[in-house]
Every structure is written in C-alpha cells, then in structure tokens.
C-alpha cells in the first residue's frame, strides 16, 4: 500500500538554525500539506501547495517557513531560524483530486519530531 | 466556540463493549468530515470519511447531521487494539485545510 514517507524521523537543532524537513507523499496525489504537532496539543495546520504553489497557509506559517517541490517526488518545509517554540512533530500529508470525484482525505506521513535546544 | 470540539474523555471501556464519540463543528459551510485515530506519538490515520448518509465500516459506524453540526464514531465490540485517541477532523469550505478536534481518548481494558 503506498504510503507518505519522512526524513529524518529526529532532528535536534540549536536555536536560530535552520533545518529541512524532508517528505515523499504517495506518487499519483496532487496536493501536498505539512501540519504540525506540540506535545500534548492538537494537530494544527501549516501551508498546502498544489501546482507547485502555496495554495494556502495559515498564521503559523511566517516568514521563517519555505516549503518546496525540488524535484517529482520530494516535498520539503525549511525553518529558517528555528525558535524554542517550534518544537513539535511535523507531519507531512498528501491526497488526491479527482475531477469527477473530489475527496479530500489526506493521507499522514510517521512526522519528523523537531527538538529544537 | 472552538472549530472542532470533542469530549476529551478518557472513556474506559471493557473488551467488547460499545462507545460512542460526539463532535461538534462551528462553520455551518463545512464540507467534508473524517475520523482519524492517533496512536501515542505517532500519525493521525484514516479510520474513515463520514458521509450525510451514514456509513459503516465493520465494527466502525459514522453519522453526520449537518443540521445540528455534529459527528458521530460508533464502535461496536471494542478491541483492545481500538485503544488510541480517536481524532475528528473537519474540512472547511472548500480549502484544503483540514481542521483537527483535539481528540477523545479511548482505553479498552481486558
């Protein structure tokens, strides 16, 4: 069964560096997205992107957040200068459009835990 | 109001005993509705997609009113692998963007 895959699964990071969290969603899905996570809260949205675009973000994606489509298969979230508070699991996501069919099921990735010290 | 709000339970139940979940949304333009579960520490995953018709999956049935703005999980026969925090999620309008309830903790004891 395809799945969404993330790289690295831990990554410990020194405040105001800059980190990538890395991503491979399923091959034929069209619309990518990254959440994140802090421990004990819930699961808050970040930024989607289709047609190699931002298609939409929300409040927690300033300035210090990229995301990119380098090539056909990876999907990237870089943190310019990582803060204390970006601490959290991030997860990718990704699913498919259908034009006759729309669904909006996403599909998660296993997260990328950031530590930032 | 919240956007997505969950009872946070936890609801401890016995192996084969029946629990239901509620949920609430604030955006009457809400468009699609899902039940993910989350293990500790780990991704939400798909348990199913709730449609105004209902829908069944095995043990797993989902309602939806939209009148009422409400979500319902119904698991029958629990297991004790149903254990997990059982996730709603809402997609609003029609973004992208889904938004997640903060979860209802499920505990099924032998």
């Known amino acids: 069964e395809p799945e969404v895959t993330q790289t690295p699964s831990h990554q410990v990071t020194q405040m105001g560096q800059e980190v990538i969290l890395r991503c491979v969603p399923i091959s034929n899905h069209l619309y990518f997205y990254w959440y994140r996570q802090i421990l004990g809260q819930k699961v808050e949205f970040l930024v989607s992107f289709y047609n190699n675009e931002i298609s939409e973000k929300s409040e927690i994606f300033d300035d210090q957040f990229s995301v990119e489509r380098p090539d056909g298969s990876n999907f990237t979230l870089k943190i310019r200068s990582t803060k204390l508070e970006d601490s959290a699991m991030y997860f990718c996501?990704?699913?498919?459009?259908?034009?006759?069919?729309?669904?909006?099921?996403?599909?998660f990735g296993p997260g990328t835990r950031l530590t930032v010290t | 109001r919240k956007e997505v709000e969950q009872d946070p339970g936890p609801f401890n139940v016995p192996e084969g005993a029946t629990v239901a979940f509620n949920c609430t949304y604030s955006?009457?333009?809400?468009?699609?509705f899902f039940w993910y579960r989350q293990d500790c520490r780990k991704e939400p995953k798909l348990l199913m997609s709730v449609y105004s018709s209902g829908n069944e999956d095995g043990r797993f049935t989902a309602q939806l009113n939209r009148a009422s703005q409400y979500i319902s999980l119904l698991i029958r026969d629990s297991k004790l692998s149903d254990s997990a925090t059982y996730l709603c999620v809402v997609n609003m309008e029609y973004g992208n963007k889904l938004v997640f309830g903060a979860g209802t903790i499920l505990r099924v004891k032998s």
């Open positions: 996501a990704s699913s498919e459009f259908e034009d006759s069919i729309t669904t909006y099921e996403q599909y």
């Open positions: 955006n009457s333009a809400s468009q699609s």
